[in-house]
Antibody, heavy 118, light 113 residues
Framework: QVQLQESGPGLVKPSETLSLTCAVSGYSISSGYYWGWIRQPPGKGLEWIGSIYHSGSTYYNPSLKSRVTISVDTSKNQFSLKLSSVTAADTAVYYC???????????WGQGTLVTVSS | QSVLTQPPSVSGAPGQRVTISCTGSSSNIGAGYDVHWYQQLPGTAPKLLIYGNSNRPSGVPDRFSGSKSGTSASLAITGLQAEDEADYYCQSYDSSLSGSVVVFGGGTKLTVL
């Protein structure tokens, strides 16, 4: 059974960098089509942050591109998100997700709430 | 403002049929990209409900169906049940100057009366 689990600080100070990791179990991360990060501000809808393909190529939401880096560590079967210069507007539940065949997100982590506050 | 437009809310009584629309443009749905649908129950992560416009993953009841035409897609739920009360999101790709980017609809809250 494929499982994804986000981890990282739940509180980040304004102007600092948000860092999250998604551990994948039950599936080899190098075999998947792509892996992505999606966030959901409190009471709002889903916003795609970016994705990393099995080839290593990355694609980011144009509105966040200047602040986002997604990377993969195949040795640990995990991928990571870094979002720099955060503000209160970046407060959200952050989900990692995997698309193992095609463009749909087949599997999702449970999500982790990250609050940006001093 | 989402690239894909969904009604903020829909409602229906138990046993009824409801539909949720997802309207895009020639750079996303109309360009031939597949549409996927997710169900998000309160306090939980989204779950894949329909993929490739009209396919159901294993375990999803056949009360849920999807379709696509032109620049729009729809999710239909028949025989509405109380447990269907949730938020529903459509997802596709959009061809922009930055390449093919993932786009979500703004979400639709389904209320079972």
């Amino acid at each position: 059974q494929v499982q994804l689990q986000e981890s990282g600080p739940g509180l980040v100070k304004p102007s600092e960098t948000l860092s999250l990791t998604c551990a994948v179990s039950g599936y080899s991360i190098s075999s998947g089509y792509y892996w992505g990060w999606i966030r959901q501000p409190p009471g709002k809808g889903l916003e795609w942050i970016g994705s990393i393909y099995h080839s290593g190529s990355t694609y980011y939401n144009p509105s966040l591109k200047s602040r986002v880096t997604i990377s993969v560590d195949t040795s640990k079967n995990q991928f990571s998100l870094k979002l720099s210069s955060v503000t209160a507007a970046d407060t959200a539940v952050y989900y990692c997700a995997g698309a193992v065949a095609g463009s749909k997100f087949d599997y999702w982590g449970q999500g982790t709430l990250v609050t940006v506050s001093s | 403002q989402s690239v894909l437009t969904q009604p903020p809310s829909v409602s229906g009584a138990p046993g009824q049929r409801v539909t949720i629309s997802c309207t895009g443009s020639s750079s996303n749905i109309g360009a031939g990209y597949d549409v996927h649908w997710y169900q998000q129950l309160p306090g939980t992560a989204p779950k894949l409900l329909i993929y490739g416009n009209s396919n159901r993953p294993s375990g999803v009841p056949d009360r849920f169906s999807g379709s696509k035409s032109g620049t729009s897609a729809s999710l239909a739920i028949t025989g509405l049940q109380a447990e269907d009360e949730a938020d529903y999101y459509c997802q596709s790709y959009d061809s922009s100057l930055s390449g093919s980017v993932v786009v979500f609809g703004g979400g639709t809250k389904l209320t079972v009366l």
